[in-house]
């Protein structure tokens, strides 16, 4: 049983539908940033994704032949282990589903790698069956480089520290890989409805 | 669970809260902990804050910035009290903590309550008596919104600096810098074998800093950010 603190009513500003909005977390209409490091700038022309690991060969896109690929526009909701939550967010990009279609591996999970050294685990289930995504558009623009732009990997059903910025692609692997946050005491996971924000939730 | 014991103003908009947090097993600078406040109806607001003391101090330290528009950071600037009670969680974080031995000198870059966490890494090199060389810049509206200004006085000398930028307002006299951080700062400021940076406070600070280091020549490895958007609070 929670304490009751002294004196503290609480704003309860735009709580928002309790279906939507994982406990422990409160609404936000702006975007904010967070990073551990510089934002990169990756000229495009120098830019690719690429899938390594548990798969035969490269699997290689360029900027142009990422953009040439079936697209999706999503509406989600994300949530931010920091505690804000932003409902009805618009991505547009490509499914991961569509980058696995022609990869034949028996890898279970995926480390997703970026530009600036920053990586993050995810279970290959997780990435599939249309619940995660390559995003360069967010709102109709492309996406801010503050945001991860040119792209990043969007998975909205996880804490938004597994969908990484500036993503440059994926390596399969048989064994769960804890990724940066996953190594410095962030959950292996992350599911913001199980609220497993930190190591022993 | 944590127990106010003191809260001391720093400035007009941010005060400290001395917490005494039994069964604290120590932290490291950098690091932070999640406040949850609960109301009688049951209602929570949690939020993040940086911890403000050096890991051997006998309480845990919060210095918080009340914003206008926040939950939780009004009332612990303007509500509590020494005596009440709420919880804690933590400490939390192993990527933007203090490193006694990064290999070289470590710059510090903090703009308004941004210093916080750079704060606690100044209070553990002290106290350690750490010798690695480190430099502070100190980005703050007006002389009067210094966080911390007469403890990093004395923590100044034996390796440690720091310069102090006021960016609206300087007193009389003022003869430091009196703009915004920019490149031809950091040059004159960041030892040129920078071994490691901290950079934090909102946002466009964070990246205007983090980006015009990387543009100087600096490894973005060595460059680590934590930084607060306008919901924080």
Redesign the interface.
């Known amino acids: 049983m929670?304490?009751?603190?002294?004196?503290?009513?609480?704003?309860?500003?735009d709580d928002g539908p309790p279906d939507r909005v994982p406990p422990?977390q409160?609404l936000?209409r702006?975007f904010?940033?967070?990073?551990?490091?510089?934002?990169?700038h990756t000229p495009l022309d120098q830019w690719d994704f690429t899938i390594v690991g548990e798969v035969d060969g490269l699997v290689r896109w360029t900027w142009e032949e990422l953009r040439a690929l079936p697209s999706e526009t999503v509406t989600v909701d994300i949530h931010c282990v920091?505690?804000?939550s932003k409902l009805d967010t618009q991505w547009e990009g490509v499914s991961v589903d569509t980058l696995l279609a022609d990869v034949e591996t028996s890898a279970e999970y995926a480390v997703a790698f970026c530009d600036?050294?920053y990586t993050t685990n995810v279970p290959l289930e997780d990435l599939t069956d249309g619940k995660a995504w390559v995003a360069y558009g967010y709102d109709g623009e492309p996406l801010d480089p503050?945001h991860g732009g040119p792209a990043r990997l969007l998975v909205p059903h996880l804490y938004f520290w597994k969908s990484a910025k500036w993503v440059r692609g994926l390596r399969l692997t048989q064994t769960d890989e804890p990724g940066?946050?996953e190594?410095?005491?962030y959950h292996l996971y992350g599911d913001p409805w199980k609220e497993q924000r930190?190591w022993g939730d | 669970?944590a127990t106010v014991a003191e809260i001391r103003p720093e400035t007009p908009r941010v005060k400290t809260l001395a917490l005494d947090v039994p069964g604290w097993a120590g932290h490291r600078g950098g690091q932070h902990v999640d406040v949850?406040?609960?109301?009688?109806d049951?209602?929570?607001?949690?939020?993040?804050y940086s911890i403000a003391s050096a890991a051997n101090a006998a309480r845990v330290e919060l210095t918080v910035e009340g914003l206008e528009d926040g939950?939780v950071s009004p009332?612990l600037t303007s509500?509590?009290r020494a005596g009440?009670?709420?919880?804690i969680?933590g400490p939390?974080?192993?990527?933007?903590v203090w490193n006694a031995d990064p290999g070289g000198p470590v710059l510090l870059v903090g703009g308004g309550s941004g210093v916080v966490p750079l704060m606690a890494m100044a209070r553990q090199r002290a106290a350690d008596g750490d010798a690695v060389p480190t430099r502070l810049l100190y980005s703050s509206r007006s002389w009067e919104d210094v966080i911390y200004r007469d403890e990093l006085e004395g923590l100044s000398g034996d390796g440690f600096r720091v310069v102090h930028t006021l960016t609206r307002e300087q007193p009389p006299g003022w003869t430091g810098y009196a703009r915004r951080v920019d490149a031809e700062m950091l040059t004159q400021v960041a030892p040129s074998d920078l071994a490691l940076a901290f950079v934090c406070g909102p946002?466009p600070f964070v990246?205007a800093v983090?980006?015009t280091?990387?543009q100087l020549g600096h490894d973005?490895?060595k460059?680590?950010?934590e930084?607060?958007?306008?919901?924080?609070g």
């Open positions: 929670s304490i009751i603190s002294r004196g503290f009513g609480g704003r309860r500003r422990g409160y936000t702006d904010p940033v967070l990073s551990a490091g510089p934002t990169p920091t505690k804000w600036g050294g503050e940066f946050w190594s410095n005491g930190y | 669970m949850r406040l609960t109301a009688e049951g209602y929570q607001a949690q939020r993040s939950e009332y509500v509590a009440d009670q709420f919880e969680r939390i974080g192993g990527y933007f946002t990246e983090a980006s280091l990387v973005p490895a460059v680590r950010t930084r607060f958007g306008p919901t924080g």
